[in-house]
């Protein structure tokens, strides 16, 4: 409830706000759309990495509607304000309306202030075509939160400002969420989210080449004392001190324990600007449990290639940008040749006290490749307390943005290799899983998915398009789906 009164709050004084701000700098746009989903399953490109904004099974149709007052950016202010508002309502089989951003923002110099609900995404890598970054990928709805930070790259005004940085701090609100009691669920246990990321940039902004690098650190956390009983007895303030240092706790049965479920990736990047392209090479290494700390699972990873090739409005076809992304993630530090740590292998996503892992609303955080139950075939195996029942992938992603005259189009097509987890596979593993394959054998799962989104301007702030998407494969029951929109902005 407080929730709904703070988003109602800001978009009343966003609307109120933007009466009297500059046209330049505030955006509206209304959408209506209509198409078909197969029955049985939405396909995967329209659900992934759309920040919530998810079509219906069957025939449906409904409404998206934006507004938006950005940051004044032709001048030097000292002081600088924001604010963001989308919904999405949906008809069909049946009726409901998503927040998919509501938030409000100040800047004041290079730092902002932040609270609500938007769309993002965490980590070094293309942002428009990615498969999806490691941590947060923009599948799920945002997480209300509050954030301080420097959201641009800051030139450090020293050594003729060769060095940049960015970061932010930030503290959410994820609801209740269901927690395991033994081979139980207990439900109602409100969490909370943390989120620390810091990124650098060495080379001046005028150079050619840049080379970036840092980490982004997150955990759901919250109550623990109805989870641990008696053993627990920090307050909620000493509680948020364990979890943003990652110090252990002990007391009781409680031994040795890191509170909360916590996730990374530490990211390196280049970038080079050619005469009309420009480079930009990517790597997210993965963390968990600390196997990254002792390179048991730098085999996975996440790598990109994204050609970016300057826009040439004058030809009849034209090409904006070309991704390429190889996705691994089958060693988890579980690999006979694995090195050893003080911790189990990395159960990508899956914890053994959250029951729906690293989900918000039941919807993955992370990289979509790494697939829950709620989408992978009934008929393959899975563990009664695995979520994820899929987190050990080989995904290679190929994204392709260009136009053709007045239209512009955005193509993803998706092949991967799906391996299931570490309990349902009878290869070799050097982990402490009693009986591996006992649930059943995963085996080698094939999946192709595609994507297709094209759209042109009319006239007076109409534009016209049309999304296609289809999955076919092993993994994910076979699906198709197409819709028509039309759009005003203004």
Same mark, same amino acid.
């Given at each position: 409830m407080?929730?709904l009164?703070?988003v109602?709050?800001?978009?009343?004084?966003?609307?109120?706000?933007?009466?009297?701000?500059?046209?330049?700098?505030?955006s509206?746009k209304?959408?209506?759309?209509? #198409?078909?989903?197969?029955?049985?399953? $939405? =396909?995967? @490109?329209?659900?992934?990495?759309? /920040?919530?904004?998810?079509?219906?099974? *069957?025939?449906?149709g409904?409404?998206?509607g934006?507004?938006?007052k950005?940051?004044?950016?032709?001048?030097?202010?000292?002081f600088n304000?924001?604010?963001g508002?989308?919904?999405?309502?949906?008809?069909?089989s049946?009726?409901?309306?998503?927040?998919?951003?509501g938030?409000g923002k100040?800047?004041?110099?290079?730092?902002?202030?932040?609270?609500?609900?938007?769309?993002e995404i965490?980590?070094?890598?293309?942002?428009?075509?990615?498969?999806g970054?490691?941590?947060?990928?923009?599948?799920?709805?945002?997480?209300?939160?509050i954030?301080? #930070?420097?959201?641009e790259f800051?030139? $450090? =005004?020293? @050594?003729?400002n060769?060095?940049? /940085?960015?970061?932010q701090?930030?503290? *959410?609100?994820?609801g209740?969420?269901?927690?395991?009691?033994?081979?139980t669920?207990?439900?109602?246990?409100?969490?909370?989210?943390?989120?620390?990321?810091l990124?650098?940039?060495?080379?001046?902004?005028?150079?050619?080449m840049?080379?970036?690098?840092?980490?982004?650190h997150q955990?759901?956390?919250?109550?623990?004392?109805?989870y641990?009983?008696?053993?627990?007895t920090?307050?909620?303030?000493?509680t948020?001190l364990?979890?943003?240092t990652?110090k252990?706790?002990?007391?009781?049965v409680?031994?040795?324990t890191?509170?909360g479920?916590h996730?990374?990736?530490?990211?390196?990047?280049?970038?080079y600007?050619?005469?009309?392209?420009?480079?930009?090479?990517?790597?997210?290494?993965?963390?968990?449990a600390g196997?990254?700390?002792?390179l048991?699972n730098?085999?996975?990873?996440l790598?990109?290639?994204?050609?970016?090739h300057?826009p040439?409005?004058?030809?009849?076809?034209?090409?904006?940008k070309?991704v390429?992304?190889?996705?691994?993630t089958?060693?988890?530090?579980?690999e006979?040749?694995s090195?050893?740590?003080?911790?189990?292998?990395?159960n990508?996503?899956?914890?053994?006290?959250?029951?729906?892992?690293w989900?918000?609303?039941?919807?993955?955080?992370?990289?979509?490749?790494i697939t829950?139950?709620?989408y992978?075939?009934?008929?393959?195996?899975?563990?009664?307390?695995q979520?994820?029942t899929?987190?050990r992938?080989?995904?290679?992603?190929?994204?392709?943005?260009?136009?053709?005259?007045?239209?512009?189009y955005?193509?993803?097509?998706?092949?991967?290799?799906n391996?299931?987890?570490?309990f349902?596979?009878?290869q070799e593993q050097?982990?402490?899983i009693?009986?591996?394959?006992?649930y059943?054998?995963?085996?080698e799962?094939?999946?192709?998915s595609?994507?297709?989104e094209?759209?042109?301007p009319?006239?007076?702030?109409f534009?016209?398009?049309?999304?296609?998407?289809?999955?076919?494969?092993n993994?994910?029951y076979?699906?198709?789906g197409?819709?028509?929109?039309?759009a005003?902005?203004?």
């Open positions: 407080k929730l009164f703070f109602i709050w800001i978009l009343f004084s966003f609307f109120i706000s933007c009466l009297n701000a500059q046209q330049d700098y505030t509206f209304i959408e209506t759309f209509g #198409g078909y989903v197969s029955a049985n399953a $939405i =396909p995967f @490109w329209l659900r992934s990495n759309n /920040f919530g904004s998810v079509p219906l099974n *069957g025939i449906s409904g409404f998206i934006s507004a938006r950005d940051y004044m950016t032709d001048k030097q202010n000292f304000w924001g604010a508002f989308e919904g999405r309502f949906n008809a069909g049946e009726i409901g309306f998503t927040l998919i951003e938030y100040v800047k004041l110099s290079i730092f902002e202030l932040f609270a609500g609900r938007a769309k965490m980590g070094l890598c293309d942002t428009s075509l990615t498969s970054p490691w941590a947060v990928s923009g599948t799920a709805l945002g997480i209300p939160k954030q301080a #930070g420097i959201p800051y030139s $450090i =005004p020293i @050594w003729g060769i060095f940049a /940085f960015k970061g701090y930030a503290h *959410g609100w994820l209740n969420k269901q927690m395991y009691s033994g081979d669920a207990q439900v109602n246990i409100k969490t909370y989210f943390h989120q620390v990321a990124y650098g940039r060495l080379g001046k902004p005028h150079w050619k840049k080379l970036y690098g840092g980490f982004s955990a759901i956390w919250g109550h623990e004392e109805e641990y009983n008696e053993d627990f920090l307050s909620w303030f000493e948020y364990y979890v943003i990652g252990r706790y002990d007391k009781g409680i031994q040795s890191r509170l479920n996730l990374g990736s530490i990211d390196l990047g280049l970038e600007q050619f005469s009309a392209i420009k480079l930009f090479l990517y790597r997210q290494n993965f963390y968990e196997a990254l700390y002792h048991a730098i085999q996975d990873g790598n990109g290639i994204s050609i970016e300057k040439d409005s004058s030809k009849i076809f034209r090409w904006e070309i390429f992304e190889f996705l691994y089958k060693n988890q530090a579980g006979p040749w090195p050893p740590t003080p911790s189990p292998y990395e990508y996503y899956n914890h053994y006290q959250y029951a729906e892992g989900s918000y609303k039941g919807i993955g955080l992370g990289t979509p490749f829950s139950r709620k992978v075939r009934s008929d393959l195996p899975a563990v009664t307390w979520y994820f899929n987190n992938v080989m995904a290679f992603h190929f994204g392709f943005a260009g136009g053709m005259q007045k239209w512009a955005l193509l993803k097509l998706s092949w991967s290799t391996y299931g987890t570490y349902t596979t009878d050097t982990t402490d009693p009986n591996p394959g006992s059943g054998v995963f085996g799962q094939k999946q192709f595609a994507f297709l094209v759209h042109r009319i006239k007076n702030g534009s016209v398009g049309s999304m296609l998407a289809f999955d076919t494969g993994l994910l076979n699906s198709s197409i819709f028509l929109n039309l005003k902005s203004f």
